[in-house]
């Protein structure tokens, strides 16, 4: 029975955080996107409503709150947003620790207290600016994104882009100038560096490779945490691969795969992200020569990707699966 309850409560320290960040959202006036837990997800579409449904399969994803800033930038609140999923297991850990002083059974009042230390635990490693795995925490976002007025703008960028590729928008249908970098931004910030990431992919997806890749090097991967460093690896990568394709630019994308082969973070993403997806069908086509497999993962790619239920990241990978395509057929 007990472990039951520990179970129970572990479960909703999980439910407690994404609703600290959704309540908080609200209250910051962020508008909701998304509200996903483990395999269930609830989804706004178009017309406002929000529909239940299930959870496509995205890396190791066990809750996730997004939410769409107000369209003024002006206006864009984030610290409350970010820090409330911290906030809310603490006050969460506080609730628990008030059943822990009046619980009489020891062996309940052990379940409780390890609840109270899980609580506490996970709202401190959230609200204090550190990366995690190489991934940046809510308490390095909000450190990141007051840095400067380019990382504020950024995330703002980022965000909006993202709610409104959720609902169908494409990168390529965006304004040319929406995600350009100012010169002299710090490019060491990494809402800078994505804002940098999504202008390259809108310039992919407009078939301006060259530019695409020449801004891929600018940010110093060294000096970014590694879930963003690696993002622009990989999309290196599959540049040199495949809209390049020559001797030397296989030779330099199968040096960069080596070098980070036992990196877990970056591993993590080329196995797990969609978006990545279609890179792993160009190594085995362009690196491995295997161009049977690559075809058999490329059908399989599309299948999964017609289930992601975000139709601006299904556009975005098909663009690079007809790509890989249409090289595949010319090697024949």
Request: charged residues 25%; aromatic residues 10%; glycine residues 6%.
């Amino acid at each position: 029975m007990y472990f039951l309850v520990l179970v129970i409560g572990l479960f909703l320290m999980i439910i407690v955080h994404e609703l600290g960040h959704l309540v908080c959202g609200y209250f910051s006036g962020n508008r909701f996107v998304s509200f996903r837990l483990f395999i269930w997800m609830w989804v706004k579409d178009d017309e406002g409503t929000i529909k239940f449904r299930k959870a496509p399969r995205s890396g190791n994803i066990v809750g996730q709150c997004l939410m769409e800033p107000c369209d003024e930038e002006k206006d864009f609140r984030f610290v409350l947003y970010n820090m409330g999923g911290g906030l809310a297991n603490l006050i969460m850990g506080a609730i628990t620790s008030v059943f822990f002083l009046i619980a009489s059974n020891e062996e309940l009042r052990f379940v409780l207290s390890l609840l109270v230390i899980a609580n506490v635990i996970m709202g401190i490693l959230n609200l204090i600016p550190a990366t995690v795995s190489g991934i940046p925490n809510d308490g390095r976002n909000v450190w990141e994104a007051r840095k400067s007025d380019d990382a504020k703008h950024g995330f703002f960028t980022i965000l909006k882009a993202h709610a409104e590729m959720a609902r169908g928008k494409h990168l390529s249908d965006y304004d040319k100038d929406t995600f350009s970098v100012r010169e002299g931004a710090d490019l060491r910030n990494y809402f800078v560096t994505g804002k940098l990431l999504l202008h390259s992919a809108q310039l992919e997806e407009l078939g301006d490779y060259e530019k695409s890749y020449q801004l891929l090097l600018l940010p110093d991967t060294a000096k970014l945490p590694r879930y963003y460093g690696g993002q622009l690896i990989l999309n290196l990568i599959f540049h040199e691969l495949v809209y390049f394709g020559d001797e030397l630019s296989v030779q330099r994308a199968s040096s960069r795969m080596k070098e980070r082969k036992n990196h877990q973070v970056f591993n993590k993403l080329l196995t797990t992200n969609p978006s990545f997806l279609p890179l792993q069908a160009a190594l085995v086509a362009f690196v491995d020569c295997d161009t049977d497999k690559a075809k058999e993962l490329i059908t399989r790619i599309r299948t999964f990707n017609s289930s992601q239920q975000n139709p601006g990241l299904e556009h975005s990978v098909t663009l690079k699966l007809d790509k890989m395509e249409a090289r595949l057929a010319n090697i024949e």
